[in-house]
């Protein structure tokens, strides 16, 4: 029995003849399963992904049909009543376990993997790669698990034709690889019309048509690759492509065993490349969160150079960064970025993938911090996170649902008091995240609970998010987690500072100044700057007593809210009244209960009745909450308190 899935999904018998494997969702339980390499897929899993939405009601017994046929028809010889040997149960769902060379995808990967360590096995590779009669698993609906597997092996596949290339040139001739050398150059030059980004791609070729006694056709292989990178996408090529060049030109290029040089270029990346890679690095905080930034929007820029939306919109979309804080950390860059994937919607049209176009409204909603923007900014941001939630629930991603609803979540503090909604945002992020498998998103969804139940007041639920997601961040090495968690327990410690037997105002100060000193190299500007401060004059409001007038003190972006307190507690009252005068509304982020709470105290101290009136409106749907507490790492206390403060002020 042979089973193929590089291309579309069939079964062979050992004499070449087909193996009838019954309907569609017999072949995709097939699918599903090589995909799982031997490992046991639980039922609930094979459910989820066989209907994306709304399993019919006997999903389960649909499945248990699939899988008694296709036993039928993989082992048509098994005797009644003897276990099956390819597609065994096992625990709570299915495994499928036929030799690894019955498999195509399987003895493909086997192959590369013997070709990287032993030149010898070139052959092998070479009869693998001639397995493959199209995408993996072409016939499928485009589900995400067949998506995540089809893009892993035919990256595998392109590493597989550029190995191969390096292995025929790299050994010495003989008189059976110069038959397959004289093809050689005509197959990557195929490679890199199709794949016109990777550097080692064109060095390949370039090396082919030398080979081959081109030295002409192999400099003007090198200048295009030149002219590719340079002036399409901005990017100078990598040392050992130019190396290349001048060995051809100066003669010194070897027609016979190449030196080190001569190895596959290091190079430069293409665009995206780049961003995955930015990906992977913005998880690990500090200074590789700042370069992963950076290495970001040069890759969309480098994308968009190309003329071609389609590899921009792939480029934007493959940075799914999960994104907590309501200020993004270079206000500039997030604006590039969003104009960037407006940019891109605009030139796909209403005809664009919806997939794409989803995680392009989602990007848009997620990259439009709600404190940076303009109010019609923030409306088409919040048009965007709706529009990208329609669309992934409607394709049934749920990778793509958790980001789009990312997006949601960033756009909901357009007003205060809306803590309730955001934990329902927060559950449904981590739900999907628990049952498909994406730790990150997981690790989202429980600092946005942590966050909601900071805000309603209720620090155990609060505290069992933290430390679940602490526990997440242990394994998927999120080192920014332990810091925001820190500054939450330094928020639970200046509540418990108010409480008979609890630590003291000093000690809670303490623990805001050690959480600040985590902060500081975690590569956070939006979110560090001015948010001591704050939480020290919270603290201090707590306890009744005037704000820290520490002139060390770098209040931010929350100066303008701060400002009248400290001119009172320097006992400057007109200029304190001044100041409360001309406050603008608050941000609408994680911190603006927090600074309509400063604006009614200070109303109320200053006896202002029209600027008590209107903080009183706005915090009004926020009664129950505590202030700062949505931000989970900071409060200034029960709403409420400041709510009877400015309408006792206000005389209502």
């Known amino acids: 029995m042979r089973i193929d899935v590089l291309g579309s999904v069939r079964a062979r018998r050992a004499d070449g003849t087909p ?4 309907g569609p969702r017999h072949r995709e339980v097939l699918a599903r399963l090589v995909a799982a390499d031997g490992r046991m897929v639980p039922t609930a899993t094979l459910v989820d992904d066989l209907w994306a939405e709304d399993p019919p009601p006997r999903a389960v017994g649909a499945l248990r049909t699939f899988v008694g046929a296709l036993r039928r028809a993989l082992e048509p010889d098994r005797p009644p009543r003897t276990p099956p040997r390819l597609l065994v149960t096992e625990g709570p769902g299915y495994a499928l376990r036929p030799p690894r060379a019955d498999v195509d995808a399987h003895r493909f990967e086997d192959a590369l993997a013997r070709a ?3 030149p010898a096995a070139a052959p092998d590779l070479t ?8 995408p993996a698993y072409a016939d499928l609906p485009d589900r995400p698990w067949a998506r995540r597997e089809r893009d ?3 990256e595998l596949r392109l590493d597989g034709i550029e190995l191969r290339a390096r292995l025929l040139l790299d050994t010495p001739p003989d008189a059976g690889q110069e038959a397959r050398r004289s093809s050689l150059a005509a197959e990557l030059g195929a490679h890199v019309d199709e794949h016109p980004w990777r550097e080692a791609a064109w060095a390949l070729l370039a090396r082919a048509l030398h080979r081959s006694g081109r030295q002409a056709d192999a400099l003007a292989a090198l200048r295009r690759a030149r002219t590719l990178l340079g002036e399409r ?9 130019q190396r290349l060049e001048a060995d051809i030109l100066t003669g010194t290029a070897p027609h016979g065993q190449p030196p080190a040089a001569w190895s596959l270029p290091g190079g430069r990346l293409g665009p995206r490349t780049t961003v995955d890679l930015a990906r992977t690095l913005s998880l690990a905080g500090g200074d590789a969160l700042l370069h992963a930034r950076r290495d970001r929007l040069a890759a969309v820029r480098a994308a968009e150079r190309t003329g071609d939306p389609l590899l921009t919109a792939r480029v934007i979309a493959a940075y799914d960064v999960p994104a907590l804080w309501s200020r993004a950390d270079d206000a500039a860059q997030s604006r590039a970025v969003v104009e960037a994937a407006e940019r891109t919607l605009a030139a796909l049209g209403p005809d664009a993938p919806d997939p794409l176009t989803a995680r392009l409204l989602a990007t848009v909603a997620v990259e439009s911090r709600t404190a940076d923007q303009t109010p019609d900014r923030l409306r088409r941001a919040g048009r965007a996170a709706r529009r990208a939630e329609t669309l992934a629930r409607q394709l049934g991603d749920p990778a793509l649902l958790a980001f789009a609803l990312n997006g949601v979540f960033l756009q909901s503090f357009d007003r205060p008091g809306l803590a309730p909604e955001r934990d329902r945002t927060g559950a449904e992020i981590l739900d999907l995240a628990t049952r498909h498998d ?14 909601s139940a900071s805000a309603l007041g209720d620090l155990e639920t609060a505290a069992e998010h933290a430390r679940a997601a602490e526990r997440l961040a242990a394994t998927t090495e999120a080192p920014l987690v332990g810091v925001l968690t820190t500054w939450f327990r330094a928020r639970a410690a200046a509540e418990h500072s108010t409480r008979p037997g609890g630590p003291t105002a000093a000690e809670a100060a303490a623990r805001y100044r050690h959480a ?18 704050l939480a020290l004059l919270g603290l201090r409001l707590l306890h009744e007593r005037p704000a820290p007038v520490d002139p060390r003190l770098d209040w931010g972006p929350h ?6 307190h400290l001119l009172l507690a320097q006992g400057r009252r007109t200029e304190a009244a001044e100041a409360l005068t001309a406050l603008p509304d608050p941000p609408p982020d994680h911190l603006q209960e927090a600074l309509w709470c400063l604006t009614a105290h200070a109303a109320a101290r200053l006896a202002d009745p029209a600027t008590a009136t209107r903080a009183a409106e706005a915090l009004h749907p926020a009664r129950t909450e505590h202030a700062g507490a949505a931000s989970g790492l900071l409060t200034l206390g029960p709403v409420a308190r400041y709510l009877a403060e400015a309408r006792s002020c206000a005389g209502s």
């Open 19 to 22: 193996v009838e494997l019954g």
């Open 233 to 241: 996408l901005g990017l100078d090529p990598g040392a050992e492509l």
């Open 516 to 533: 600040d000193t985590a902060l500081r190299t975690a590569g956070m500007p939006g979110l560090r700057r001015g948010l001591l401060p």
């Open 116 to 118: 990287r360590h032993d």
């Open 438 to 451: 994406l730790p990150h998103f997981a690790v989202l969804g429980r600092l946005v609970r942590l966050q």
């Open 127 to 134: 009869a693998a790669l001639a397995d493959w009669r199209g």
């Open 152 to 154: 892993r092996l035919e």
């Open 559 to 564: 100066l303008p809210w701060a400002r009248p």
